[in-house]
C-alpha cells in the first residue's frame, strides 16, 4: 500500500479515498482482508485511531465489513466504493477548473489546454 496523504488536509477523509481509490484500481478485491489497523497507521505516518475511525465509516458506507477477531475485509459489492472515487474525481475536476478560470482562463481556452497537454 502506498498513501499519498496531504498533511494540510483532515486525514480520515483522505484514508477513506485512497481506500476506495484501491478498490477500485482492483488493488483491494472484493473479500479480500485489508492490511491491520496499526500497519495502515505505520505506513501512512497517523495515529491508529484515525484509520480504525475511517474503516468504521467505510463500514458504514458499505464499501467494507468487519469480522470480529480477523480484521477488515472489502465487501462484495464494490459500487460504493467506485462512486467515492467517481464523486473525488468531479471534486478534482471542479476545482481544477475553478482555479483555472480564476487565472483568466476561459472554458474553450481550458479544454484547448487539456486536450494539448494530454497528447
Do not use: H
Not at 17 to 25: G, H, K, N, P, Y
Not at 28 to 44: D, G, I, Q, T
Not at 92 to 109: D, H, I, R, S
Amino acid at each position: 500500500m502506498a498513501w499519498v496523504l496531504d498533511k494540510s488536509r483532515p486525514l480520515g477523509p483522505q484514508i477513506c479515498e485512497q481506500v476506495c481509490l484501491q478498490i477500485a484500481l482492483g488493488e483491494l478485491k472484493p473479500n479480500e482482508r485489508l492490511y491491520s489497523v496499526r500497519e495502515a497507521a505505520l505506513e501512512a505516518g497517523v495515529n491508529p485511531n484515525t484509520v480504525q475511525r475511517s474503516f468504521e465509516l467505510l463500514e458504514q458506507q458499505s464499501i467494507l465489513y468487519s469480522v470480529r477477531g480477523s480484521g477488515w475485509y472489502v465487501a462484495e459489492d464494490i459500487s460504493p466504493a467506485m462512486q467515492t472515487l467517481k464523486n473525488l474525481w468531479a471534486e478534482k475536476t471542479a476545482a481544477y477548473f475553478a482555479a483555472m478560470e480564476a487565472l483568466g482562463m476561459t472554458p474553450q481556452a481550458i479544454k484547448d489546454y487539456v486536450e494539448e497537454w494530454s497528447i
